[in-house]
């Protein structure tokens, strides 16, 4: 059965860091693409970044460029999102999905299995 499992989120000062973990059971990660997406309170969900499993980064969000960075330890079947210089309108949950399928993009409705969400609070 897989299972995706998110952790790292939390509440955090404008400026800050937080690295952002989905580990996986059931499947290995390595063999498929990897997406996260986050949901702002009212708002819609949005892909943040995806990254293929030929590690080839297939989408990051003009919003979070230069600031995110997503990566994976194979080892560890584990993907991650490294968030730096967070803002109050980073302010959301954030989800990885898997998508079983090999594609050039990233979209929330192709994804396969989702994590649960870890919360994400940026304010002063």
């Known amino acids: 059965q897989v299972q995706l499992v998110e952790s790292g989120g939390g509440a955090v000062q404008p400026g800050s860091s937080l690295r952002l973990s989905c580990a996986a059971s059931?499947?290995?990660?390595?063999?498929?693409?990897v997406g996260w997406f986050r949901q702002a309170p009212g708002k819609k969900r949005e892909v943040v970044s995806c990254d293929r499993g030929d590690s080839n980064v297939i989408f990051i969000a003009d919003s979070v460029k230069g600031r995110f960075t997503i990566s994976r330890d194979n080892a560890m079947n584990t993907v991650f999102l490294h968030m730096s210089d967070l803002q109050p309108e980073d302010t959301a949950v954030y989800y990885c999905a898997v998508d079983f399928w090999y594609r050039s993009y990233c979209d929330g409705d192709d994804m396969d299995h989702w994590g649960q969400g870890t919360l994400v609070t940026v304010s002063s």
């Open positions: 059931g499947i290995n990660l390595m063999e498929y693409t």
